[in-house]
């Protein structure tokens, strides 16, 4: 079921003059602005990669990819019910989650038809309790009902491999290693690794050598 915050995010992109919901090569897009065509993906990347690749063969596309920088959580008394208590998600999604999609995307991005944005968003989600027998065994059980946006913070856009170099450090070591990327950026090495793995099939770092056993990379140029 399409949420709340699927067409708010629809509406906002088709803008006045746009349109929404029309087929397109045997595809049915979000939104249509001019000659571009825009899709709206909270899931993931993965899911839509043959959809984009075969529109792009004779459109201009532009994916939104929204992150979940800050959610509301409201909690009803049952579906439809009322509000029983409001909190703040302790759970916060970064720039750098984008990365965990991205490496389902390296063969359709870049593309020279092809723009991808980020907006940061804060959100509402509303949810209820869930009492189903095959759901019983988890804890904290519940069901969402809608996510609703509230705010949009910040919009981040990549069309080229280059653009995604933006969102490293800029003292990071040249040549580099995915250690070094982990220290400078805070992060796991194991999402290092997934970042780094990104930038080389998609074009933005190239390896250069290696350590020991551990590949160096140089941006590229």
């Known amino acids: 079921m399409e949420t709340t915050l699927h067409r708010q995010l629809k509406a906002l992109y088709a803008g006045v003059e746009g349109r929404m919901e029309e087929r397109v090569d045997g595809y049915r897009i979000d939104a249509i602005c001019g000659e571009q065509l825009v899709e709206i993906q909270h899931g993931g990347l993965a899911a839509i990669r043959a959809k984009i690749a075969v529109l792009l063969k004779n459109h201009d596309v532009l994916v939104v ?22 909190r703040l998600s302790p759970k916060q999604e970064t720039l750098l989650d984008l990365f965990h999609e991205l490496v389902y995307f390296t063969r359709v991005f870049p593309h020279p038809r092809l723009t991808l944005q980020t907006p940061l968003v804060e959100v509402e989600e509303r949810r209820y309790p869930g009492h189903g027998r095959r759901r019983r065994w988890r804890r904290n059980d519940h069901v969402v009902e809608d996510q609703r946006l509230l705010t949009v913070l910040d919009i981040h856009e990549f069309q080229t491999a280059a653009d995604l170099l933006s969102l490293l450090p800029a003292d990071l070591p040249q040549p580099f290693h995915s250690g070094h990327l982990a220290t400078a950026l805070g992060i796991r090495r ?16 190239t390896p250069c050598g290696k350590a020991g056993n551990v590949v160096l990379y140089e941006r590229a140029a």
Do not use: D, T
């Not at 990819?65 to 579906?79: D, E, F, S, T, Y």
């Not at 194991?190 to 770092?205: D, E, K, N, S, T």
């Open 65 to 86: 990819k929204p992150l979940v920088v800050r959610k509301q959580l409201v909690k009803l008394a049952k579906r439809g019910g009322r509000e029983l208590s409001r």
């Open 190 to 205: 194991w999402i290092a690794q997934r970042i780094v793995y990104c930038l080389r099939h998609m074009g933005a770092a």
